[in-house]
């Protein structure tokens, strides 16, 4: 984990970017595989920090769903290229990449990994992105998962903790 959050401060530093963290109006605990959804928010906080420009912002926003009560929405919004209309669906397949052959493709697994994993929270995964301008990725979690899910109850501020500390490195609390 060392390594890998090494390499994403070098991306970060290396294209100059800020992070700002908003923590909304969130329950006291929420049920968790933590070590599930820390591979899930980190194969999307990398997509976002891959797509992102230099000199730009990666919003991370926790907060409790506006209309549906009992659910918690964690996002991270980028200022990079965006999505192509015509790649959005397609974001989820496995295998599936936009990004160039060579060195630094990936292996398109990574939206595909998150993606199962918050199904298997009972959760979903939203994408709204505009090419040019940027995406926003909304995790939805119910707080609470039915007795056929494998979780943990943790508190909400440790699940924060514990998903930011390995990958912002510069916070900025304001609204």
Known sequence: ????????????EEKQIDYSLKIGSVPGQIEIDPLQFEEAFKNILVNAREASAENSRISIEFDGH????????????????????????????????????GNSKGTGLGMSIAYSIIKSHN????????????????????????????????????????????????????D
């Open 66 to 101: 506006k209309t549906r009560p009992g659910t918690v929405v964690i996002s991270v919004i980028d200022q990079g290229k965006g999505i192509a209309p015509e790649n959005m669906e397609r974001v989820f397949e496995p295998y599936y990449s936009t990004k160039p052959f």
């Open 1 to 12: 984990m060392l390594y890998f959050a090494k390499t994403l401060n070098a991306i970060a």
């Open 123 to 174: 959760g979903e995964i939203l994408i709204k992105s505009t090419p040019g301008v940027g995406t926003r990725v909304d995790i939805l979690l119910p707080e609470k998962q039915n007795k056929n899910v494998s979780i943990q109850q943790k508190n909400t501020s440790d699940v924060i903790f514990y998903l930011t500390r390995f990958f912002v490195k510069n916070f900025d609390f304001s």
